[in-house]
């Protein structure tokens, strides 16, 4: 099975830090996405990943960057956190088929708290 | 990608087949229908996809209208392990991402 692992499943940190969220996958997936999710709003995509080094910005990137120098690692990195970035960061991937399909595998999620 | 309307919230007796419902009258003829489920503290779960016949596997079954303008999940013999949140997303391969609405909670009751 596809495993994709988020780095830390709770996080607490400081208006105005930086902050790194990694996320790794083991099944040599080329796709890797963050999305966020509030309550009421659902998953929004924030930026994905086609290939190393390549990035695409999602619906809402404001406030982030990523970094893919790996095929298998895909950090989301707030620059100067704020508090309305306090939400659930999810780490997806899927395998670049061809094939018509688009099938994504969620890491657990981790829960961003900005004070 | 077409927009996807399901009710918010279902109940569902343990043991009983739970049909989610899917409106997605703006489809086009090359968006998939995904279905997707979000167990508590969990990221999403992929379930089943279909174009226009209908799909099982071990999970559930996706019945797809004529119209292709609605489609049901069926989870045959729900359990309390099912409750979650179900997503029905209408995907066309090439676009940059799936759009996760906000689903339908579904709780199987004992």
């Known amino acids: 099975d596809v495993k994709v692992t988020q780095s830390s499943r709770y996080l607490v940190k400081r208006t105005g830090e930086k902050v790194f969220l990694e996320c790794v996958q083991d099944?040599?997936?080329?796709?890797m996405f963050w999305y966020r999710q509030d309550p009421g709003l659902g998953l929004r995509l924030i930026y994905f990943?086609?290939?190393?080094?390549?990035?695409e910005k999602g619906d809402i990137p404001e406030g982030y960057s990523v970094s893919r120098e790996k095929k298998e690692r895909f950090s989301l990195i707030l620059e100067s956190a704020s508090t309305n970035q306090t939400s659930m960061y999810l780490c997806?991937?899927?395998?670049?088929?061809?094939?018509?399909?688009?099938?994504?595998?969620f890491g657990s999620g981790t829960q961003l708290s900005v004070l | 990608d077409a927009k996807t309307t399901q009710p918010p919230s279902m109940d569902c007796a343990e043991g009983r087949a739970a049909n989610l419902p899917c409106n997605h009258s703006?489809?086009?003829?090359?968006?998939?229908v995904y279905w997707y489920r979000q167990i508590h503290s969990q990221g999403p779960q992929y379930i089943i996809h279909g174009l226009k016949n209908n799909e099982t596997n071990e999970m559930a079954s996706l019945i797809i209208t004529e119209d292709r303008k609605s489609s049901t999940l069926i989870l045959p013999h729900a359990t309390l392990r099912d409750t979650a949140v179900y997503y029905c997303?209408?995907?066309?391969?090439?676009?940059?991402?799936?759009?996760f609405g906000t689903g339908t909670r579904l709780t199987v009751i004992p």
């Open positions: 990943s086609y290939d190393v080094k390549m990035k």
């Open positions: 997303i209408a995907y066309q391969t090439g676009a940059n991402n799936l759009f």
């Open positions: 099944m040599d997936h080329e796709n």
């Open positions: 703006t489809i086009s003829g090359n968006e998939y």
């Open positions: 997806a991937s899927s395998l670049l088929t061809g094939t018509l399909n688009e099938k994504l595998f």
